[in-house]
């Protein structure tokens, strides 16, 4: 049993454990905007299918492909010229796979497919929150897929309710991290005020010496004024205005 549930782990956390972070709390690109990228991402929700879909986890698995699908279609979209014929055939497999599941379940299965497929798109739209440094939007996004994730722990069995375990506690460690990051920055904004307020105080100077611009050497320009029109000294200046005085003018 422990060894099918293992493998129903590696098959099921697949896509999810590959394209989580190696370290709690370290950010970074949750998946490379390349064709090769998106194709790996794709290509691990196929592979988590196929493993649910052996261990008879068929809500699951439905989920995992139609999530498969969807990134097939994007990468074809996105870049068309990237192995065509393979994306086709990639996609033309999950159509049929994904048909013959929407038979072969039965309504309460089909909800829980749906429930997961959610739970897939909140997980991806707080990953995505996440790496644009939205955090508040994404704990709110998390939120919610850890709710549904609940709402799955409660329906199933036991073992498989571990299983989940093992995504609700990546996720909380998202969440913890970024809840660290949103008290950090409303930390400094509260403290924001103060700090001007300490920045202010007694801060009404004299103008001291020192303050002043250092005494300039340089030369008057000669552009208004012609060197040799320029006395030496105020004593000059008074000969000279007395020299051109016109004789017989009054004083």
């Known amino acids: 049993m422990r060894n099918k549930l293992s493998g129903f782990c590696l098959g099921a956390l697949l896509a999810f454990l590959a394209l989580s972070e190696p370290c709690p709390g370290h ?18 929700w196929y592979q988590s299918g196929e493993n649910l879909s052996f ?12 999530e498969a699908d969807t990134e097939f279609r994007e990468l074809a979209e996105r870049y068309d010229y990237y192995e065509p014929d393979l ?17 072969t379940l039965n309504q309460q299965e089909l909800e829980k497919a749906e429930v997961y497929a959610d739970f897939i798109e909140s997980w991806r739209q707080g990953e995505d929150r996440r790496y ?11 939120d919610y897929a ?19 375990v093992t995504q609700e506690a990546q996720i909380r460690e998202s ?18 005020p103060l700090k001007m307020a300490a920045k202010l105080e007694g801060t009404t100077d004299f103008i001291k010496e020192e303050d002043l611009p250092a005494a300039s050497n340089a030369p008057a320009s000669g552009a208004l004024f012609p060197s040799g029109l320029l006395p030496a000294s105020l004593p000059d200046a008074i000969e000279l205005d007395s020299a ?8």
């Open 55 to 66: 261990e008879q986890a068929l809500p699951f698995a439905l989920a995992a492909y139609k």
């Open 132 to 142: 644009t440094d939205r955090f508040e939007e994404a704990i709110e996004r998390f």
């Open 87 to 103: 994306v086709a055939f990639r996609l033309e497999q999950l159509e049929a796979k994904i048909q013959q599941l929407l038979t």
């Open 175 to 192: 969440v913890r991290w970024m809840q660290e990051q949103v008290d950090l920055v409303e930390k400094e904004k509260a403290l924001a």
């Open 146 to 164: 850890l709710s549904l994730l609940q709402e799955l722990k409660e329906q199933e069995n036991e073992a498989f309710a571990e299983v989940l």
């Open 244 to 251: 051109q005085e016109p004789a017989g003018s009054q004083p």
């Open 27 to 44: 950010p970074h690109m949750l998946i490379e905007d390349t064709p090769d990228g998106r194709w790996l991402s794709a290509y691990a």
